[in-house]
């Protein structure tokens, strides 16, 4: 490409730091070389070395990444200022970053001068919760605080998915993961085969635990049905859902298991390269799966010959840089692949054309938890995990029999009498006190007109204040709309204008009118998930608790 | 290819293999609105005025994309496709300034849309005009982030890749490289984003200063086409005229090889056709 490229030169700790990401540059002066093309894939990984170096994203720093990688300036331009996490204005290398979310306002956050405000950082069992980031030669990365109560099941039995957690499985040691029978579902599963494989999964009836309750079955066995290759095996692990920590305590506590996991996925569609996209703001995830992978490299569990098998699987970390919309599937892949994380109009699906355009298997954290159990455990997929934050004694993760009342949860996590329950996160519902004998179940969820989603379960109790939460609600989808479509840009920022002018009590009379119509257009309208959901909670809150009305 | 056959409104319908619903919507004449859709365009479907109800999915699809499949059974003025409509124009209306988008406006009075209704205070895409060039000028208070300047210039014709999509949600919107002015960017001023704007967000320096001393006058204008005197690539002009000085060039979309685009000669180079002497 015959770029004109930005004038500014970098710093040459910035050089240094693209130059890890990108590879040692060619001696052929300013011209891009050869190799660097289709590399875009790696602009994402290079600005957030630069600004994990230096502190920010300098024009420097992106005209570099942009000469390295071969991507037009104004292009590099509009994705760094897609994402949250970037920062295109010089600031500090110490930067905290303080959750105001739905989990953390009921703690009693506060943001201190010089404080970022932040959306739901996973941390809610722990709220209020913030993340340190420190720029520097070794930069780091903090959640604090750096830790939560303990699980609140240890000990408990009939655990499938936090088995090993509750025993007290060392995360960083694959002997520890081997102690708890860790790789026996693998062995399994190359003595079924591949379509043995994805028989058992599609038996089990595992549906995905990311929100969309897809079943898992029938997405492996498009993707290994296809004809076009590579396949690709990606993890959505960009858990952004506010009230959702599942999948972080999953990948913190348990990272082999997903290792694991995706192996066996990966050898029952036929991928040979996984990736596992996990959000930002969950860098103990990271290093714990970077220390899983390179455990697993080196005792031959990844691979040219995995297992001795003769099948060969590699998966790579990638790290989102703060946009809640890259947990939509297509946005993912674009995120993945250089570029805003902007969802793809589907059909086509990923299944035929996904990451690179080519056939993809996404499965969530959760969903892939469960295939190591179905292979060695009873087959079923009977459990969920719900994430329990709020007014309750014991906030935190539970794994419970799909089908559990949810007064049954609430009791155990020692819920204070609630108000209301939101159900499935922001973009969830909310429930009365008279709704709690919900079943936790997709079938019951569904008949109820609710969602189990990301499994969030929010208790608000007397004390709290619902408007606060649904202005919150708005506030939240208005920030992390892509701006893509027309519905969800504008609507979800008329919608926010509308709720405000009920709650300061300067209504015209027309915003419930209006609500409902906002509702209609971005739920069937919108381009992706975001959207389309953007205002369930409200409206759920507004026709459910009569909130605002 | 062979034909596929599906109903749209009741009434059946053969369109060829890997047409859209459009397509065939427009085979049947129904009306359908369009603003970020162009023929000489790829589909980004990113507006939705163009959606339709298709039995079986649970949301609405935009036509100007979806590809039709035998059997499909399309609604295009149910209440829900009509609702949609309207808010999409709704939202737009009170965002943005449509006073010269001659097709929105249109549509607007056709789905019976108020986007007054948003109150006073809505916010809006409001930005002060861009005039940094001789050429062409900017104005995105009048931008609906059709994206079809950024395809034009990018990888669909131009390959100059001098704009892109910036920020994020309702601050989204079509910048340079950190917001530069043109002449710092890339730009090389083919202006093929002028010609699809469908707004008038992007216009024409001489248009914009005719406009703005209130002598713009359509019809007043007549048209004539020629061939572009500058390379031997013979590119057809279109030249818009009033009182006797050329104002705007344009290039016919329905032309094989230059589809509307042109480069800065064609385009912009015709000041010498009428420097008189005094």
Redesign the interface.
Known sequence: MDLRLLAAAPSDAEREAIDAVAGAPESNGYRVARSDRDRRHLLLPALRAAQRRVGWVSEGALGYACRRLDVPPADAYGVASFYALLALEERPADVLHVCTDLACRLAGAEVPDGAHESPCLGLCERAPASLRTIAGKEPRELQLPETGPPLPQAGVDGLRLLRRIAAGLDPESLDSYRAHGGYAALARALELGREGVIGEVDASHLLGRGGAAFPTGVKWRAVAGQAAFPHYLVCNADESEPGTFKDRTLMESDPFALVEAMTIAAFATGCEHGFVYVRAEYPLAHARLENAFARARAAGLLGDDVMGAGFAFDVELRIGAGAYVCGEETALFQSIEGYRGEPRNKPPFPVEVGLFGKPTVVNNVETLFNVPEILTGDGSAGTRLFCVSGHVGRPGLYELPLGTPLRELLELAEARPPKAVLLGGAAGSFLRPDQLDLELSFEAARAAGVSLGSGVVLVFDESADLVDAVLRIAEFFRDESCGQCVPCRVGTVRQEEALKRLAAGRGNGDELEVLADLEQVMRDASICGLGQTAASAVKSAIDNLGVLT | MSDVELTIDGLSVRVPEGSTILDACRKLEIATPTLCYADTLKPV?????C?VEVEGSR??V?SC???VEPGMAVHTSSP?VR??RR??LE??G??VDLSRADDALRYLEEYGARPG???A???TVAKPVKVDNELYVRDYSRC??CYKCVEAC?EEYQ?T????????????HI?????VELPE??CVYCGNCVAVCPTGALIGKAEFDLREAGTWDESRQEQANTVCPYCGVGCNLTLHVQDGDIVKVTSPDDHDVTRGNLCVKGRFGYQFVQNRSE
């Open positions: 479907n990113v507006c939705r005025v959606v949301a609405l935009p994309s979806r590809k829900r609702t949609s808010m999409v939202l737009l009170s965002s209704r948003f109150g205070d809505a916010a609906i982030l990018g390959n890749f001098a704009i892109a999509v910036a920020g994020r949600g309702f601050g989204a910048s340079t490289e950190l917001d960017s890339a």
